[in-house]
């Protein structure tokens, strides 16, 4: 990595994110179906192994990196707030992040009849008024728990300029909804052509990374979500960044990562080893290479700080050619093949 220069001296600053939230679980459209809570969608723990974030943080806390979480809260209307409390105190006794994180869907569990699904998941659907007060009532709930979150991701990055106003208005700091890859589609974010820090509508906004993959069909633009791209795609991209820029790198994974379930309520499943593996990878290969990275979380961002990261931050997208995404596409098929065993929830005890 020497041979990397590295923009104006100063260390690539490395978000690593986990959305951690629970599922419906089928049961919008079958009401024999229950959502599916903490055992199965966050700890998914057999025996004395676990799936779930659990894993996650015994892997970064090999390599002494900290992670932040970004918790869903509106799952309180059928799990009850305990259920979150659990997550967000397990989280933090093990010395990482809390921020928030919203799927405005469990809303529909205020009503008698859930399967009319009259509050919509897509954040951007609810005026001004109705983001502001959804995202205080996290704030409140996570601060009930002992948790002053000063970031937010909407679920599917369902954000549009309102929630940018409704963050600020209940004194977040930052966000991290936007992704060039789904613009148009789930983000609404469409106001800006970011892939790095950016203060806009009294918000620093945190792009989720995004490079270009070239193939023999076209381009497209693909976010660095471990589910979906290879180590290989992973640290060519931080190569890039090192010469070039963004100077702000944001990873997505989400609880479940390492969980390839085998049906809606996730009774059965088979471990993803592949990216258990490419997360084992990430996490040494930044800890190597402490030099150029810095590997940080939301909740040490303040004021100050932001700014520098702001007047320092670079808009390049990075560039993988064909070779690369051909061995991301040969591992994704290695990756869904039956080869693992199937590991039963059911049966745990």
């Given at each position: 990595m020497e041979k990397f220069a590295v923009l104006n001296q100063n260390k690539i600053n490395i978000f690593i994110t986990v959305d951690t939230e629970h599922s419906i679980g089928g049961a919008f459209a079958n009401s024999n179906l229950k959502p599916v809570g903490n055992d199965r969608r966050i700890f998914y723990t057999v025996g004395n192994t676990s799936y779930g974030i659990p894993l996650i943080m015994d892997i970064a806390d090999h390599c002494g990196l900290r992670v932040s979480f970004f918790t869903e809260i509106l799952n309180k209307y059928y799990f009850g707030e305990n259920e979150s409390r659990i997550v967000c105190e397990y989280i933090m006794r093990r010395g990482h992040d809390v921020q928030l994180h919203l799927h405005p869907n469990y809303l529909n569990f205020r009503?008698?009849?859930?399967?009319?699904?009259?509050?919509?998941?897509?954040?951007?659907?609810?005026?001004?008024?109705?983001?502001?007060?959804?995202?205080?009532?996290?704030?409140?709930?996570?601060?009930?728990?002992?948790?002053?979150?000063?970031?937010?991701?909407?679920?599917n990055f369902n954000a549009d300029r309102n929630t940018l106003t409704a963050l600020a208005e209940n004194g977040f700091i930052a966000d991290t909804s936007y992704s060039k890859a789904y613009l148009g589609k789930s983000c609404r974010l469409d106001h800006a052509d970011i892939n790095d820090a950016e203060y806009i509508d009294g918000i620093w906004e945190f792009p989720v990374t995004n490079f270009l993959e070239y193939s023999p069909v076209g381009r497209r633009y693909r976010p660095l979500d471990i589910n979906g791209v290879s180590f290989l795609q992973m640290r060519k991209v931080l190569e890039q960044a090192a010469e070039k820029g963004p100077r702000n790198i944001t990873i997505v994974m989400h609880s479940f990562s390492f969980i390839n379930p085998l049906d809606l309520q996730y009774r059965n499943m088979r471990p993803r080893k592949t990216v258990i593996r490419r997360f084992e990878k990430l996490c040494r290969y930044l800890a190597e290479n402490r030099s150029l990275f810095r590997v940080m979380t939301f909740g040490e961002l303040h004021i100050n700080k932001l700014k520098d990261i702001a007047e320092n931050a670079v808009h390049h997208v990075p560039k993988i050619h064909f070779g690369c995404s051909l061995a991301r596409n040969l591992e994704q098929i290695w990756d869904v093949l039956p080869l693992q065993p199937v590991i039963s929830f059911d049966k745990k005890r």
């Open positions: 009503s008698q009849g859930p399967v009319t699904h009259s509050f919509p998941d897509q954040l951007y659907t609810y005026p001004l008024e109705k983001q502001t007060e959804f995202i205080a009532e996290g704030k409140k709930t996570l601060n009930s728990f002992g948790v002053n979150p000063t970031a937010f991701r909407a679920g």
